[in-house]
């Protein structure tokens, strides 16, 4: 059975309320950018072990709701105040109550994740590095130190990050990255979502050390850069019921597909066709194997214009972008 293994530092208990006809009603989950990976990579039909920090009372129940979804967990556990959310959404939005991202990770329970994540990763098909709940969890070099010794050891690596982080992970060097335009402005790379100034930046991201790059652009057709040629990825416009989760659910068909041995067109095909289910449902990272089939039917792909011939650094293209 094909497994991919997600390190995810920090995963996230969930309260949300929500409007019901006999009064509010409460609903409790693990959630978390990795979680929500696991939950679609599970839908596909790929097995699941997830690598992480469980933290005091919040990370008991963690480990038991994951283990009820089918994941297998691989945790360190610690003292302390876990990462957790309240939300309201009985106006129709999200309306955020409480939301903590969880106390840092000690540099002992660091050197026993990482341990615990090479062992893990260095046997698995397929390696997603996925992000923590706060900024400061844990250090963004974790994620080049990852990235490079699980590469050493021939494993693929996915990463969907930014900042910092994807910084790290680029300097260690991926199979894959995905980021959206917005974290591409908000990290200074680019202006604008102005399409050539993200192949440019996807270009940078490959000579830093990317084999592929995927960037999402909200409703406008995603960009993917693979063996030097830039294709445009159009999803079917969906009615819109939460698009929280749904970058998650196109990094997750991203990676089953890759993990079962297909090429990368084809698996970002069925990544786009997985986030366009899932910004029709309110569960994130949720859906049926059999509807995201269909809709992959759906997805159209076509070379991008000319490219642009300037090569650029990722230092360049952040200068440029404040110029």
């Known amino acids: 059975m094909t497994e991919v293994?997600?390190?995810?530092?920090?995963?996230?208990?969930t309260v949300t309320v929500e409007d019901h006809p006999d009064g509010p009603e409460v609903h409790l989950h693990a959630g978390g950018q990795g979680v929500w990976q696991a939950?679609?990579?599970?839908?596909?039909?790929?097995?699941?072990?997830?690598?992480?920090?469980?933290?005091?009372e919040s990370g008991r129940m963690l480990r038991h709701m994951l283990g009820d979804e089918g994941v297998r967990v691989v945790a360190v556990d610690r003292t302390g105040r876990g990462a957790a959310y309240v939300h309201d959404?009985?106006?129709?939005?999200?309306?955020?109550?409480?939301?903590?991202?969880?106390?840092?990770?000690?540099?002992?329970?660091?050197?026993?994740?990482?341990?615990?994540?090479?062992?893990?990763?260095?046997?698995?098909?397929?390696?997603?590095?996925?992000?923590?709940?706060s900024e400061d969890a844990?250090?963004?070099?974790?994620?080049?130190?990852?990235?490079?010794?699980?590469?050493?050891?021939g494993r693929r690596v996915i990463v969907d990050?930014?900042?910092?982080?994807?910084?790290?992970?680029?300097?260690?060097?991926?199979?894959?990255?995905?980021?959206?335009?917005?974290?591409?402005?908000?990290?200074?790379?680019?202006?604008?979502?102005?399409?050539?100034?993200?192949?440019?930046?996807?270009?940078?991201?490959?000579?830093?050390?990317?084999?592929?790059?995927?960037?999402?652009?909200?409703?406008?057709?995603?960009?993917?850069?693979?063996?030097?040629?830039?294709?445009?990825?159009?999803?079917?416009?969906?009615e819109v019921a939460d698009t929280s989760g749904a970058g998650d659910?196109?990094?997750?068909?991203?990676a089953a597909s890759l993990a079962r041995g297909s090429g990368v067109r084809e698996a970002v095909t069925l990544g786009a066709a997985a986030g366009a289910l899932n910004v029709t449902r309110h569960g994130l990272g949720t859906?049926?194997?059999?509807?995201?089939?269909?809709?992959?039917?759906?997805?159209?792909l076509r070379e991008f214009g000319a490219a642009p011939t300037e090569t650029l650094t990722l230092g360049d293209l952040a200068a440029k972008a404040h110029e």
């Open 5 to 13: 293994v997600i390190f995810a530092p920090s995963p996230v208990l």
């Open 39 to 56: 939950r679609m990579l599970q839908r596909l039909g790929v097995d699941v072990a997830m690598v992480c920090v469980l933290t005091g």
């Open 89 to 133: 959404r009985r106006g129709g939005e999200r309306v955020r109550i409480v939301e903590t991202g969880g106390e840092p990770i000690s540099r002992h329970d660091l050197d026993e994740l990482y341990g615990l994540m090479l062992g893990q990763g260095l046997g698995a098909d397929l390696v997603i590095l996925s992000g923590p709940a």
């Open 138 to 153: 844990l250090p963004a070099d974790v994620y080049r130190r990852l990235a490079a010794d699980l590469r050493t050891g």
């Open 161 to 238: 990050l930014a900042g910092d982080r994807l910084t790290a992970a680029l300097a260690g060097g991926v199979s894959l990255v995905k980021v959206s335009d917005e974290e591409l402005v908000a990290d200074g790379l680019i202006e604008s979502n102005d399409a050539h100034q993200i192949v440019a930046a996807m270009r940078a991201m490959h000579l830093a050390g990317a084999e592929t790059v995927v960037v999402t652009r909200a409703s406008e057709p995603l960009l993917l850069l693979a063996d030097g040629v830039v294709v445009e990825v159009t999803t079917p416009t969906m």
């Open 249 to 254: 659910s196109l990094t997750a068909g991203v």
């Open 287 to 300: 859906g049926d194997a059999h509807t995201i089939e269909k809709l992959r039917e759906l997805v159209r």
